[in-house]
């Protein structure tokens, strides 16, 4: 699928093997969107491929009109034993009960990544990456998570009527909260 919009040139779905191929600009992209420091890119780049080999994978890119990386996103279907899954559901039953949890938590898409590069924030890039990616999913759900606080990340989320699953959770290994938010699929 290849489409364009305003400040990109182009949207493509990626192969496991394109992926691979863009990782070293993708995790750019996400240590200068996140205000990471650099060497988070090392520390992340195994768990992405290891990512990219899990069932229901699927990513797209943004390049602008040279080509360039300017946006990625990423996610797969969601299953009991990864650790996200177990997170969550941990959240979950310490603050609600089993049948949430497992209303949630079965049959779902996780949106494990999406990034735009920081001089193209306010471009509707995000929306664009978002829809690309969850375009023909076959779950039910999708789920997320991001950090709390005001963010461009949040009005899109809100926009497009992610509601609130789990708030204020810390994940194990980092100190800062974060939300959950879930919405039905297909986006409207």
Known sequence: MTTASPGHKRIA?????????????????????????????QQRAPMWLTHAL???????AAFDTDDTLIGVAYGYRGS???WWYEQVRRGLLDREDEETALS???????????????DHHGRGLGETLLR???????QR???????????RAWRLYRRLG??????????????????VLGRALPLD
Do not use: C, K
Not at 28 to 35: D, E, G, L, P, R
Not at 54 to 60: E, I, L, T
Not at 141 to 151: D, K
């Open 13 to 41: 779905r990626l192969t496991g093997e394109e992926f691979r191929a863009l990782l070293p600009e993708a995790l750019s992209i996400y240590v200068a969107a996140m205000n990471y420091p650099p060497n988070t890119a």
């Open 54 to 60: 899990r069932p229901g994978w699927r990513g797209v």
């Open 80 to 82: 009991p034993g990864q």
């Open 104 to 118: 949630w938590l079965s049959d779902y898409f996780e949106l494990t990544e999406i990034h735009v590069r920081p």
């Open 132 to 138: 690309a990616l969850l375009d023909g999913v076959p």
């Open 141 to 151: 759900h999708v789920l997320l998570s991001t950090p709390e606080g005001p963010s």
């Open 162 to 179: 992610f509601a609130d699953v789990l708030r204020d959770y810390r994940f194990v290994g980092d100190p800062r909260p974060f939300a």
